[in-house]
């Protein structure tokens, strides 16, 4: 089954059929075809059982979370501060638009937000400054991969949910390699700038202008302190720390800056639940997948012929690598994680590997697959807010892509880079 999923599931996409369907059509068909008629009911049932969990509320929350603070123009206070920090460089706003990803990425945790939010933004204004369109889509699609690693994380929450560990270890453990991506692509920024001539986008700010600029920004900065303070502390737990990001974001846009209003709310809601829709049913259906295949065998002959490869297991997190970002480039990672997670996973663990370490490796991978074509969610988000077509996205991409792709084998063959923070915080042996 795991070997004709694939190309049937391409099928379908190429087809226009949506991803959620194309997951349940092509094992659906697959079922039949074996005369498995009784697991093709089992197969259906388990959408809703999928989505019914408490911990995958968090998602919703967060998804809400950032846009009340996104409609309440919390994400422009950390544009404005990111640009009086380091607007005076070369390329100051490829630099703002990197920074301001990692500061959004406390708050929504989410990719698509980011492209979305901050692309809408940003893409104009470096188009206004005198960089292409491509690049500013690329560099905004690029970046937006940040989100789903520094926490708090949606990709994280499902991997938690899927493999039984803790989320706060995996948020503690992405902090780390969520930096190392932004001060990546911050370099080449640095590169391309002085190669390109890459204008500055304004004066160096005084320290006066900096210290209002980071006022502004202090209650929308708070929210990921908040967050993992109260989870690290036990106060509360990750869904209801994702409640209380919701609560803390309406207070803060309805009464402190006063730029939230009861009018905006509906729009709101219906937004962040759409989003929230496409996510669960996602994940409602990898999760009917994986218990059909499951039930096939097909994690032990896998597992089996991945040992068969070799007994490194440096050589099999090299070519693990290879094989998550392939998936990426097809497969949302949030559905990939559900599908894969529980076949590989116990494999690298076997071999002595710390769970949370290949936790890292694999949502860091699959989320970087966000932003590859030919399939990257991302960059059709990049494209739509742009205009620029998505081929032309994908080829200026490539070079912030490569940055990616060396920080995914710098945290997997330094385990230390994504263990020390939840290691010092006690979560991690």
Known sequence: MLVWFLPLFLLFLMLGLPVFFGMLAAPGILLLLNGQERDLSLLYRNVYNGM???????????MLAGELMNRGGITLRLVEFSQAMMGHFRGGLAHVNILSSMLFAGLSGSAVADTSALGSMLIPAMEREGYTRRFAAAITAASSVIGPIIPPSG??????YVMGESVAALFLAGIVPGILV???LMLMVKVMANRYDFPASRTKATWPERGQA??????PLLTPVIILGGILGGVFTPTEAAAIAVAYAILIGMFVLRTLTLRDLPDVLSRAAMTSAVVLL??????????VVSLSHAPEHLAAFILALSDNPLILLFLINLLLFVVG??????????????ILGPIFVSLGIDPVHFAIIMSVNLTVGLATPPMGLVLFVASSVSGERVETIAKAILPFLAVEVVVIFLITFIPALSLTVPRLAGFVQ
Do not use: E, N, W
Not at 155 to 160: C, D, G
Not at 214 to 219: E, G, H, N, V
């Open 155 to 160: 990709i994280m929450i499902i991997y938690a």
């Open 329 to 342: 480039m097809f497969l949302d990672a949030g559905p990939a994680i559900i599908i894969l997670g529980p």
């Open 182 to 184: 932004g001060l990546g």
């Open 214 to 219: 980071s006022l502004k920004a202090f209650f």
């Open 52 to 62: 019914d969990s408490f911990p995958l509320m968090a998602i919703p929350f967060f």
């Open 282 to 291: 996602l994940v409602g259906a990898a999760m009917a997948f994986k218990t």
